[in-house]
């Protein structure tokens, strides 16, 4: 079965654009949550979605948005970007909704660097 | 909201031997679910261990344990007979069970080296 895809792996934008990041979960996984890893905050939490209904967010501006598909995959999109937003963005997908323990799957990441 | 701290940043042990890493945490939720995750430079996170918080039993996965100290909020890994593929950032996260939950708070992680 393929894992957690993401895409792009690699990204370079410009203070005041915007990105979107897409992830493809595992297939029959319908939870996809997205995690931001920077060296100075660590791993925090962005946001989850569960059959195309935002669940959680995390404690992020409301420049952070992301949608689910019918088909389970996930885009974010961070619009007027900073230059604190580069990080490592994560997509981590699990069978069922958060807060069941379920094992989350993550993908090998999007690296977003803004210059 | 919960935090999770692990208070060793960076530990280096030789290949064989046995290593413990530290996570504690801080909770107002009585059933709740805590993993170890590894993060190799190729950077994809892998799910290491799962703990239950209302199984009192130790979960192992092979040379992987964990000691949870529930009283304590404690929750430490410990990897025996190391190897080198063992090298990486190890997370330690929460996640409280139940609807409406924030996915998963990590720990800042730890930075292990095994040296051959």
């Known amino acids: 079965k393929a894992g957690v895809t993401q895409t792009p792996r690699y990204l370079i934008k410009t203070r005041g654009q915007q990105v979107t990041l897409s992830c493809s979960p595992i297939?029959?996984?319908?939870?996809v949550s997205w995690y931001q890893q920077t060296p100075g905050q660590g791993l925090q939490f962005l946001f989850e979605y569960f059959s195309e209904t935002q669940r959680n967010k995390g404690n992020f501006p409301g420049r952070f948005s992301g949608r689910q598909f019918s088909n389970s995959r996930s885009e974010m999109n961070v619009s007027t970007l900073e230059l604190g937003d580069s990080a490592l963005y994560l997509c981590?997908?699990?069978?069922?909704?958060?807060?069941?323990?379920?094992?989350?799957?993550f993908g090998p990441g999007t690296r977003l660097t803004v210059l | 909201a919960q935090t999770v701290t692990q208070s060793q940043p960076e530990m280096s042990v030789q290949e064989a031997e046995t290593v413990t890493l530290s996570c504690t945490y801080d909770t107002s939720e009585n059933n709740y679910y805590l993993f170890w995750y590894k993060q190799p430079p190729s950077r994809q996170m892998i799910l290491v261990i799962r703990?239950?918080?209302?199984?009192?039993q130790n979960a192992t996965e092979n040379r992987f344990s964990v000691n949870f100290q529930k009283a304590a909020k404690s929750f430490s890994l410990k990897i025996s007979d190391s190897q080198l593929g063992d090298t990486a950032m190890y997370f330690c996260?929460?996640?409280?069970?139940?609807?409406?939950?924030?996915?998963?708070?990590f720990g800042k992680g730890t930075h292990l080296i095994i040296q051959p």
């Open positions: 981590a997908s699990s069978l069922l909704a958060s807060g069941r323990g379920n094992e989350q799957f």
């Open positions: 996260a929460f996640a409280p069970s139940g609807g409406g939950a924030d996915g998963l708070t």
């Open positions: 703990q239950e918080a209302y199984k009192q």
């Open positions: 297939s029959g996984h319908r939870s």
